[in-house]
């Protein structure tokens, strides 16, 4: 099996970058490692796929299986589990949806990956986390392994590059500072590949195993509970949630308690099995972008779904406040893929990804529009990007060219004069106490999908925030008062 593996990742990775080889070669294991869970089933009790194990057949042309062979399969199993997780982590299957697992679009593979999952239960993401056991990412080594740093470390092959552990720490562990860091390590808390580091500057080769074991929370931690969370639907397979702004679905970086997920467990997670419920991402949106987060309360659920959206069986409609007035109805169809001189930007580019975009104006008035979006396609900004392309980027879109922030006043002259705001407001200047939005102004207003158990169609709508809202009544009012018609 290592020969293979070895064998496949020298042929596939001839002329290509080593994270890129990296990545593809994790597909065909995780398949692998789908097959061997297949093949060999968990022990009694718990769930089983389709298929048995093969089993030995008697003289008498029976067929059975004896115990050490039961415990030799067990033996195989484990270790060829062993040995898939070795090379590319545990994660490689465990903790993901099935719908995001290359090759799981069959019945077989669904029932395996839910098997997989069984064996690793989610953490309360509500409770701080005082452990973390992670692989060194090829990509976040920024110097080779002598420890001279090079701005050609990316060229190197993998083996040879590393990267300092505090700092890899600092992006690891949220809300820690560089004294924390230190601290840690010379309590002998953090170990490499077994070892104990002495010094943040220690070196951590790429795909070195690095262990944090804190035992308690480096801070007093924040109270996911007090973050407020606006229900929209529920029921025994979905909870679809009317986001607010500025607020993360998921942990990432230093928001590891504040976020919608965290506010959530805090609500549905118990000790007692019996109560405990965990909601499972269906979809996400942007930590500015407000308005409908699908989510379900298994892994099932959770797969169907989220193989909608992938498959863009989803209806989605955004509502959009833009600088300028586009035409009524138009469609931006280009691809769009990663900026590669700006992070963490896109940007439209021949060699992108398939895009498109369909909008429609609702309002407008002045220099500012509400529209309506429908994206076609679900990539990363989309919506951003296409406006940015078409010439009439997002309200308080930073990094496509919206502007930063916008007082009452500041809106009224866009509104009545036609002002053009990305021309009189700077992007670096500070927000003032009294602005209205802050915000990039894009809502997630409706989503339709086909409901998991009933398989009829469901319609969820999520009503808009205030800060749109304050906008929205300025442009109808000044549009009533210069009696200018909208839609």
Not at 38 to 54: C, I, K, N, Y
Request: hydrophobic share 35%.
């Amino acid at each position: 099996l290592s020969l293979s593996l070895s064998l496949y990742a020298v042929d596939y990775c001839r002329g290509r970058s080593m994270w890129s080889c990296c990545r593809s070669v994790a597909r065909p294991v995780t398949r692998l490692r789908n097959q061997v869970l297949l093949r060999w089933p968990l022990a009694a009790g718990a769930p089983t796929a389709s298929v048995a194990p093969r089993a030995r057949r008697t003289a008498s042309g029976n067929t059975s299986a004896s115990a050490p062979d039961v415990q030799h399969r067990q033996r195989r199993r484990e270790n060829l589990l062993e040995l898939l997780d070795g090379c590319f982590g545990d994660d490689a299957v465990d903790g993901r949806d099935p719908s995001d697992v290359p090759g799981s679009g069959d019945a077989e593979s669904l029932a395996v990956l839910m098997m997989a999952q069984e064996r690793k239960p989610y953490p309360n993401l509500a409770v701080p986390r005082t452990r973390w056991a992670f692989s060194v990412d090829p990509a976040e080594c920024t110097q080779v392994c002598d420890g001279i740093h090079s701005e050609e470390t990316r060229a190197k092959p993998w083996h040879s590059r590393c990267v300092p552990v505090g700092d890899l720490l600092l992006k690891r562990i949220g809300h820690a500072e560089p004294a924390d860091i230190d601290r840690v390590i010379a309590e002998g808390k953090v170990s490499l590949d077994g070892t104990p580091v002495s010094a943040a500057s220690d070196l951590a080769p790429a795909l070195a195993s690095l262990v944090v074991d804190l035992g308690k929370p480096l801070h007093p931690y924040f109270d996911a509970k007090t973050i407020p969370v606006d229900i929209v639907h529920e029921d025994e397979s979905l909870l679809v949630i009317n986001k607010q702004p500025g607020l993360l679905v998921h942990p990432a970086g230093e928001d590891q308690l504040e976020n919608l997920l965290s506010a959530l467990h805090a609500r549905y997670r118990s000790s007692d099995p019996q109560l405990d419920r965990v909601p499972l991402l269906a979809n996400r949106i942007d930590k500015f972008t407000s308005g409908v987060v699908v989510l379900t309360w298994d892994r099932k659920t959770n797969a169907r779904v989220s193989r909608q959206f992938q498959e863009r069986k989803v209806s989605k409609t955004y509502l959009a406040l833009v600088h300028g007035v586009p035409t009524e109805t138009g469609v931006v169809n280009q691809p769009i893929k990663r900026s590669a001189t700006s992070f963490p930007s896109y940007e439209v580019h021949p060699e992108g990804k398939p895009s498109e975009t369909t909008w429609q104006v609702l309002k407008s008035a002045g220099n500012i529009a509400l529209v309506e979006f429908q994206p076609k396609t679900g990539r990363t900004h989309q919506i951003r990007v296409h406006a940015a392309y078409a010439g009439h980027p997002l309200l308080c879109d930073r990094i496509y060219g919206g502007g930063r922030s916008y007082t009452e006043e500041e809106i009224v002259a866009c509104v009545a004069d036609g002002v053009d705001l990305r021309e009189t407001v700077s992007d670096e200047r500070d927000m003032p106490p009294s602005c209205v939005l802050a915000r990039c102004a894009l809502h997630s207003a409706k989503t339709t999908f086909v409901h998991p158990s009933t398989g009829q169609p469901v319609t969820v709508e999520a009503p808009l925030h205030n800060d749109m809202n304050a906008v929205i009544r300025l442009l109808e009012a000044h549009a009533a008062k210069a009696n200018i018609h909208t839609d």
